[in-house]
């Protein structure tokens, strides 16, 4: 699924995610979306039921700091692989 581009926000990152529960997808991309590190947090927090193999945030204002709790968050689940958090 690709919504790049589309400036969803914190907001549409978090009603996305909740919309996205328990469901199945490969790929989601969420690059350039003005998503900041709390929304990606909400996101991936959100989905940890969720069956997502890859997940791209690239090219969204996340801080490192946010990165390394995004990947604590996402060795807790089972099979997805956040790529591209750096810009």
């Given at each position: 699924l690709?919504?790049?581009g589309n400036d969803i926000g914190d907001t549409g990152a978090?009603?996305?995610?909740?919309?996205?529960?328990?469901?199945?997808l490969n790929t989601v991309n969420l690059?350039?979306?003005?998503?900041t590190?709390?929304?990606?947090?909400d996101f991936v927090a959100i989905l940890q039921d969720t069956y997502v193999t890859t997940l791209d945030l690239g090219h969204?204002?996340?801080?490192?700091?946010?990165?390394?709790?995004?990947?604590?968050l996402v060795s807790n689940?089972?099979?997805?692989?956040?790529?591209?958090?750096?810009e």
């Amino acid at each position: 699924l690709n919504l790049s581009g589309n400036d969803i926000g914190d907001t549409g990152a978090k009603a996305f995610a909740t919309n996205l529960r328990g469901t199945q997808l490969n790929t989601v991309n969420l690059s350039w979306n003005q998503i900041t590190s709390k929304g990606a947090i909400d996101f991936v927090a959100i989905l940890q039921d969720t069956y997502v193999t890859t997940l791209d945030l690239g090219h969204n204002p996340i801080s490192t700091k946010a990165s390394q709790e995004i990947a604590g968050l996402v060795s807790n689940t089972v099979l997805m692989d956040v790529k591209r958090l750096e810009e």
